[in-house]
């Protein structure tokens, strides 16, 4: 494998896209919306509304907006799209603020990681006159605030549109273009389908990893720096996911909870079932499960979602106090 | 962050540290102490013993012994340093045949994942005038068998020595230099202290990795398909670890079963927190545990052992459809 980077797939448009976009919320999302459009030229305009003085002033200094405001309301007039850029438990407040100040025909869309739940809160404030078209980038960091966003997060990620019956077809398919000058791959599906794939994909891994980091930090026996030592022996891999944004995932997990518990619901079943083969000696059958758990594995390398090289994809590091990938 | 590599850390050592090594298995572990011996000049000699035919095969073809036989009894004759690179369940049968052939004054190591167990199995088997000296380098890939092993596995990563009551100090003094001189650091600790600090940052991670990779195969309503494309969202972080070794990891849950199951207790009944605080939309004590276990991941990017670019230290790649890393 080569360290040459893949040749970039955003592209910059031939004329914008929309008049003026409004982005609701300028944290890590929103302020990498803003500079994607920027880069790509989908927007001639653009306008950010960031309730949180911080932020905002960070987003006036970093200058990736035309103009930033802190009311939405104040933001979306005249926008021709509006994309709504906040944790998804901000998704009704949100809508009864800037709803009634849509303008007529504008494209409502957002980045939030559970489609249901959002659509529901959204709807009472969607006008008829508005085209609603929901969306969710499969992109982010463990970093927050408008310093943290760059245009490059979205390039060669997933972004995953949910029409509702509402859809219009147009105002879906613009939405799509947007996304794919920025560099994605967009993809369509049912809002409950959505949420019950990132459920598999997301959600249950990063409750999983909040759960055994806290779990790791609170042992009398074996200390937090000794944790932290060895963390490359497996660990670590899970700390990564269980630094994400807590504002952000507490608003996921309340907003898609039943597709979470009978997700939770299945793993608990299928852990206990290796804990009491653990317990009675049962060599053929944890065997025989992590034989089935490479296939997997398989797959995803196969289908390019990851290396396979032992370094699991890491770049060597000039300080040799950085390790490697171990796994064992 | 650049991408030079860092500076090497293993050395050509001046004189053999050892006359004759005898490495009893020849897998990712046996065959990457034989190169990285040859390449450190740490024996004059090397014997690999494999019982595989297949595996014998290879590691004669490869060329990093000086001698492969099928016989663990027949690599040690003679040997000063003899090492056990087998999964952790075979010590006891392989004590058994090497034990009585051991040279006077020997010293007898090993790799294994487990240490309090390994040691009571080899221990009928370890004469009164061999040096035992238990050690774990915390290295590996997700891949296994002879051709798998090269001798940077070991560069920059920790190897723990597990001193017995009887081990001899410059026995233990002779282990660590020739850890040293793979590039690895060396750290001391009891075998049962090793035992537990293993459990929480390898043990439980790989149990965890396992159960979920399975549970997501196992789904009706998402398509296993579905989990590969959109691994990136977080799911791939924890199929790397539930790809390894199936053998050595139905060892290594065996063998330390208490420690292993005292740890998944309390992590259920963490989990089973979360769960109760999703079900009844207690968003409070998700946000505090969600903000706590941020704390872990800034020690191990404060102490070097992972970086925090956004990209995860994941190297570019050439192929486009290779996804950078996302985390939500």
Same mark, same amino acid.
């Given at each position: 494998?080569?360290?040459?980077?893949?040749?970039?797939?955003?592209?910059?448009?031939?004329?914008?896209?929309?008049?003026?976009?409004?982005?609701?919320?300028?944290?890590?999302? $929103?302020?990498?919306?803003?500079?994607?459009?920027?880069?790509? $030229?989908?927007?001639?305009?653009?306008?950010?509304?960031?309730?949180?003085?911080?932020?905002?002033?960070?987003?006036? +200094?970093?200058?990736?907006?035309?103009?930033?405001?802190?009311?939405?309301?104040?933001?979306?007039?005249?926008?021709?799209?509006?994309?709504?850029? =906040?944790?998804? $438990?901000?998704?009704?407040?949100?809508?009864?603020?800037?709803?009634?100040?849509?303008?007529?025909?504008?494209?409502?869309?957002?980045?939030?990681?559970?489609?249901?739940?959002?659509? +529901?809160?959204?709807?009472?404030?969607?006008?008829?006159?508005?085209?609603?078209?929901? =969306?969710?980038?499969?992109?982010?960091?463990?970093?927050?605030?408008?310093?943290?966003?760059?245009?490059?997060?979205?390039?060669?990620?997933?972004?995953?549109?949910?029409?509702?019956?509402?859809?219009?077809?147009?105002?879906?398919?613009?939405? =799509?273009?947007?996304?794919?000058?920025? $560099?994605?791959?967009?993809?369509?599906?049912?809002?409950?389908?959505?949420?019950?794939?990132?459920?598999?994909?997301?959600?249950?891994?990063?409750?999983?990893?909040?759960?055994?980091?806290?779990?790791?930090?609170?042992?009398?026996?074996?200390?937090?720096?000794?944790?932290?030592?060895?963390?490359?022996?497996?660990?670590?891999?899970?700390?990564?996911?269980?630094?994400?944004?807590?504002?952000?995932?507490?608003?996921?997990?309340?907003?898609?909870?039943?597709?979470?518990?009978?997700?939770?619901?299945?793993?608990?079943?299928?852990?206990?079932?290796?804990?009491?083969?653990?317990?009675?000696?049962?060599?053929?059958?944890?065997?025989?499960?992590?034989?089935?758990?490479?296939?997997?594995?398989?797959?995803?390398?196969?289908?390019?979602?990851?290396?396979?090289?032992?370094?699991?994809?890491?770049?060597?590091?000039?300080?040799?106090?950085? +390790?490697?990938?171990?796994?064992?």
């Amino acid at each position: 494998m080569t360290d040459a980077a893949p040749a970039p797939r955003w592209r910059r448009l031939d004329k914008p896209l929309f008049e003026k976009a409004a982005l609701i919320g300028l944290g890590l999302l $929103g302020s990498s919306v803003a500079r994607a459009i920027r880069r790509s $030229g989908a927007a001639a305009t653009i306008v950010g509304a960031e309730p949180n003085d911080a932020h905002r002033a960070d987003a006036e +200094k970093l200058g990736f907006c035309d103009a930033v405001v802190a009311s939405g309301a104040e933001a979306v007039i005249d926008a021709d799209f509006v994309c709504i850029c =906040a944790p998804v $438990g901000a998704a009704a407040a949100i809508g009864a603020e800037i709803g009634p100040a849509l303008a007529p025909g504008a494209i409502l869309s957002d980045v939030g990681s559970v489609k249901g739940a959002v659509i +529901k809160a959204l709807a009472p404030h969607v006008r008829e006159d508005i085209c609603f078209v929901p =969306a969710h980038p499969i992109a982010g960091t463990e970093r927050s605030g408008p310093d943290a966003g760059f245009a490059e997060l979205f390039e060669n990620r997933w972004c995953i549109i949910t029409p509702t019956e509402g859809s219009p077809p147009e105002a879906v398919a613009k939405v =799509a273009a947007l996304w794919r000058a920025f $560099g994605s791959d967009v993809d369509e599906m049912t809002p409950s389908h959505h949420d019950r794939v990132v459920a598999v994909v997301s959600h249950l891994p990063h409750l999983i990893a909040y759960t055994i980091v806290g779990t790791a930090s609170d042992l009398e026996e074996v200390t937090q720096s000794e944790v932290i030592k060895f963390s490359a022996a497996g660990f670590r891999d899970f700390t990564r996911i269980a630094a994400s944004d807590p504002v952000m995932w507490r608003d996921i997990f309340l907003t898609n909870k039943e597709a979470v518990l009978e997700l939770l619901g299945r793993f608990t079943e299928d852990l206990v079932r290796l804990q009491r083969a653990i317990r009675w000696g049962e060599g053929d059958t944890l065997h025989e499960h992590f034989t089935h758990t490479r296939a997997i594995r398989r797959g995803i390398i196969e289908q390019g979602q990851d290396t396979a090289a032992p370094d699991f994809g890491r770049r060597a590091s000039p300080d040799p106090a950085i +390790k490697a990938e171990p796994d064992e």
